[in-house]
Nanobody, 123 residues
Framework: QVQLVESGGGLVQAGGSLRLSCAASGRTFSRYGMGWFRQAPGKEREFVAGISWSGGNIYYADSVKGRFTISRDNAKNTVYLQMNSLKPEDTAVYHC????????????????WGQGTQVTVSS
């Protein structure tokens, strides 16, 4: 069982930065692929970024490439999402998710989810 708690969201002006954190419980965290997803009002949940258990494989949605950076610290059971050059269209609730086998972009393939943290980018 893995429990995930996100933090770091907030209100920021366009062009600003935020760093999201996702703290995980459980001794097997280091064996899980981790993903960040976001969901804006009236829209489906979408993949943002993912990182394999070792950190050796990293994936980004095209919409955030070059602006967002995902990383993880297995010693701290934490995965991060550094978000730079934020745009109003990045406004959403951001969720982290864990998956036993690799990283995929499909939300339904993840085993565990956090409650989410709100990110609002004003223009």
């Amino acid at each position: 069982q893995v429990q995930l708690v996100e933090s770091g969201g907030g209100l920021v002006q366009a062009g600003g930065s935020l760093r999201l954190s996702c703290a995980a419980s459980g001794r097997t965290f280091s064996r899980y692929g981790m993903g960040w997803f976001r969901q804006a009002p009236g829209k489906e949940r979408e993949f943002v970024a993912g990182i394999s258990w070792s950190g050796g494989n990293i994936y980004y949605a095209d919409s955030v490439k070059g602006r967002f950076t995902i990383s993880r610290d297995n010693a701290k059971n934490t995965v991060y999402l550094q978000m730079n050059s934020l745009k109003p269209e990045d406004t959403a609730v951001y969720h982290c998710a864990a998956r036993r086998n690799g990283v995929v972009v499909t939300p339904g393939a993840y085993d565990y989810w956090g409650q989410g943290t709100q990110v609002t980018v004003s223009s």
